[in-house]
């Protein structure tokens, strides 16, 4: 059977077991450790359909058993472990979100095991340190989605994006950012969107599973296809909603591969495309004028390339 590599299963444990047995460590332990981490998550593809179905499914007892929601999880896990083994930029990702998800994916496995890694971790007392941002809200680009928010109070997009850390979501739509900032409540990756999922999920005692089998029904009643998604459930504009006009009228904005500020934060598509909010990252470029709560706001290139940010300071 081949694997992810290309090569058979049984050449890659052979390749490991040869390496070992030099070193006279060859022992079980050994071997599951010296396979990658993308044997691994390779091994719950789509590929191996059944063999999930014979027994690999019996590995994660406390899932839903279904197996590609592992496949999903272990992926993102795999993309956050090669961030962080090749020191890459963390600037733009959500770090207590991805660690949550690794908690969560050893859960699947055994609770106890979760339970132990969340007491031995000192990850999020590491990211408590870090020097603190006044970057506290994501702009998206919302033509459709801005209805969503108002029917379901909810964003949805492609999965295995990447945000930063933030407290609230704002929604450009119509040329201007929408007054209602609300609050991030929950989010949550890889959801399969379908009404075998929305019933598993409202069967739940966890309220945001609850919550967001009645996205899901809201938004296929809309005309939503079926497919995987990332969703955000965020505060009504009754509560934890703040107005855009209460911020101030100079701002930060970031320009990387995302858009950041102290009221807005990340465009996800050139205004022209804004009802397109699949585009790559790497498309995401600030707008030259934007309409910030009904003022109008330019943005102009720093001088200082170092800096690698733009001013946006009020018109008139």
């Known amino acids: 059977m081949p694997t ?17 047995r030099l070193m006279n460590q060859e022992s079980r332990d050994q071997i599951v ?14 590929r191996y359909e059944q063999l999930w179905r014979d027994c690999l499914h019996r590995a994660f007892p406390n899932s839903a058993g279904q197996r590609k929601q ?52 000192s990850a999020m007392d590491v990211y408590a340190q870090r020097p603190v941002s006044i970057d506290d809200t994501v702009v998206v680009a919302a033509r459709n989605a801005w209805s969503l928010y108002r029917e379901a109070f909810a964003y949805v997009c492609q999965p295995g994006r990447f945000f930063r850390s933030v407290d609230r979501m704002a929604f450009y739509v119509h040329s201007q950012i929408q007054k209602e900032v609300p609050r991030i409540r929950h989010r949550r990756d890889n959801v399969e969107w379908s ?43 009754r509560s934890g909603s703040q107005i855009a006009g209460d911020c101030t009228s100079t701002l930060w904005l970031w320009a990387w591969n995302s858009v950041y500020a102290t009221a807005a934060v990340r465009f996800a598509a050139r205004a022209r495309d804004c009802e397109d909010d699949r585009r790559s990252l790497k498309d995401v470029r600030p707008l030259a004028i934007l309409s910030f709560g009904g003022e109008q706001i330019r943005c102009r290139r720093s001088r200082s390339s170092a800096s690698q940010r733009r001013s946006a300071t009020s018109v008139g």
């Open 195 to 237: 009404s075998s999922s929305a019933d598993r999920l409202r069967s739940s005692t966890d309220p945001n599973d609850r919550k967001i089998a009645a996205v899901i029904d809201q938004s296929r009643t809309a005309g939503w296809t079926e497919g995987t998604y990332q969703v955000f459930l965020l505060s009504s504009g």
């Open 70 to 121: 592992i496949a999903s999880a272990i992926e993102g896990i795999r993309k956050f472990r090669n961030r962080l083994a090749h020191h890459d930029c963390l600037l733009n990702v959500d770090v207590p979100f991805e660690i949550r998800r690794v908690l969560e994916v050893a859960g699947y496995i055994d609770t106890d095991a979760e339970k132990w890694l969340a007491h031995l971790s």
């Open 33 to 46: 450790a010296g396979l990658s981490f993308g044997f691994w998550s390779g091994l719950v593809g789509r």
């Open 4 to 20: 992810p590599g290309g090569n058979s299963l049984s050449d890659a444990v052979e390749a490991v077991r040869a390496r070992l």
